[in-house]
């Protein structure tokens, strides 16, 4: 059976703009929508794990009418509206979130010096954050910036790439600054973990190469068919025909379909 779905929301579930309702070039489209009923008519626990704050999901999961999910990049999951935070026992203190203390140290300044015109903080997105610091970026390689971080000595921090943010032009890209130990995967193996489920009970749909992340903790990970390319012949990877809601609906149904 197929227990759960871990849905990526921006660039993935949703399309323009960030809605539900629209695919990736605005037009409007219920597949999205249909996606999310054909799980709950199958009794599959959709969590969705995003990069957008807590705050913001606590009302996006009401509307979708799920009670978990995983905010900024893994560094939080929130299970039946019980924060537990996966960020190695960073978390706030004296009254300064994560987010302030990853400001404090310096280590957003040495990148946005390193970087000048390719990183810059993304506004208004980046404001009232817990955890992560938000990157609007381009032609950044976040391995190459991770490699930064360590040599500057900021070893307990890296950056990832989430995707293309929505509502830019070009190819701006999100990219956040957050513990190292946190992750996409590792919320997905936590809540797996939590509910009893085994990696051939759940799948995780993306597009980023963070979400892909969670390849290596699912029984089968897809890409919409608006992610980048990654290399042919990763174990447990498909790709979807369709790109944003309509993939999503594809990876469900597919699954749902081989699995009777």
């Known amino acids: 059976m197929l227990r759960a779905a871990y849905l990526d929301l921006d660039g993935t579930l949703l399309g323009r703009g960030g809605s539900l309702l629209h695919d990736g070039e605005g037009q409007f489209t219920m597949?999205?929508?249909?996606?999310?009923?054909?799980c709950a008519r199958a009794g599959v626990e959709v969590v969705?794990?995003?990069?957008?704050?807590?705050s913001t999901l606590l009302?996006?999961?009401r509307m979708l009418g799920v009670s978990s999910y995983i905010f900024e990049a893994g560094c939080g999951l929130v299970l039946d509206g019980e924060v537990e935070w996966l960020t190695d026992g960073l978390e706030p203190r004296?009254?300064?979130?994560?987010?302030?203390?990853?400001?404090?140290?310096?280590?957003v300044a040495m990148l946005l010096s390193r970087y000048a015109g390719r990183l810059e903080v993304y506004s208004p997105w980046s404001s009232a954050r817990e955890v992560s610091v938000l990157f609007l970026g381009e032609d950044v390689d976040a391995g190459a910036a991770d490699e930064l971080l360590i040599e500057e000595g900021f070893e307990w921090l890296r950056l990832v790439d989430n995707?293309?943010?929505?509502g830019t032009a070009g190819s701006g890209r999100a990219y956040h600054l957050i513990p190292r130990g946190a992750s996409k995967a590792r919320g997905v193996a936590r809540h797996m973990q939590a509910r009893g489920l085994a990696p051939e009970e759940v799948i995780a749909v993306g597009d980023s190469r963070?979400?892909?992340?969670?390849?290596a903790v699912v029984g089968t990970f897809w890409l919409v068919a608006n992610a980048p390319a990654v290399p042919a012949g990763?174990?447990?990877v498909r790709r979807a025909e369709a790109a944003h809601g309509a993939g999503v609906y594809e990876a469900v149904i597919t699954e749902l379909?081989?699995?009777?």
Do not use: K, V
């Not at 379909?257 to 009777?260: D, N, Q, S, T």
């Open 31 to 38: 597949l999205g929508a249909r996606a999310l009923e054909a």
């Open 94 to 107: 004296d009254g300064r979130t994560i987010h302030d203390q990853i400001e404090a140290s310096g280590a």
């Open 59 to 61: 009302h996006d999961t």
């Open 48 to 54: 969705p794990y995003s990069g957008r704050r807590q």
């Open 234 to 236: 990763l174990p447990r």
């Open 257 to 260: 379909a081989e699995r009777r």
């Open 163 to 166: 995707g293309a943010m929505q």
């Open 210 to 215: 963070e979400d892909l992340g969670a390849a």
